[in-house]
Nanobody, 128 residues
Framework: VQLQASGGGLVQTGGSLRLSCAAS????????MGWCRQAPGKEREFVAV????????NYADSVKGRFTISRDNAKNTVYLQMNSLKVEDTAVYYC??????????????????????WGQGTQVTVSS
């Protein structure tokens, strides 16, 4: 699956952005999908993951309650709604396909290394 993220930009603290990730290919609905981010000088980190049907989601503690991941399999697209943005959310955001088995309903959180088929990222900058 090939992925392309969009929707990033510059926003003030407390603002919102919605990221989109369009997938090519007819197998999108067979993948658990996720978002990761990488800030300057830091390692890529997990943000959110969603199951193939969209029925299960998990979030990094740093974004829980502020970010919402969703998907539309008919449109081959996964979304990340980001609210109450903080300066520390500034990063390049990537969508990717989960390469590891995930027991839906568990509180397991993947690492960035558990994902593959990385799309190009989209820059999110939050100013104070």
């Amino acid at each position: 699956v090939q992925l392309q993220a969009s929707g990033g930009g510059l926003v003030q603290t407390g603002g919102s952005l919605r990221l989109s990730c369009a997938a090519s290919g007819r197998t999108f609905s067979s993948y658990d999908m996720g978002w990761c981010r990488q800030a300057p000088g830091k390692e890529r980190e997990f943000v959110a993951v969603i199951s193939r049907s969209g029925g299960s989601t998990n979030y990094a503690d740093s974004v829980k309650g502020r970010f919402t991941i969703s998907r539309d399999n008919a449109k081959n697209t996964v979304y990340l709604q980001m609210n109450s943005l903080k300066v520390e959310d500034t990063a390049v955001y990537y969508c990717a396909a989960l390469q590891k088995s995930w027991r839906y309903g568990s509180n397991w959180l993947p690492s960035a290394g558990d994902f593959g088929s990385w799309g190009q990222g989209t820059q999110v900058t939050v100013s104070s």
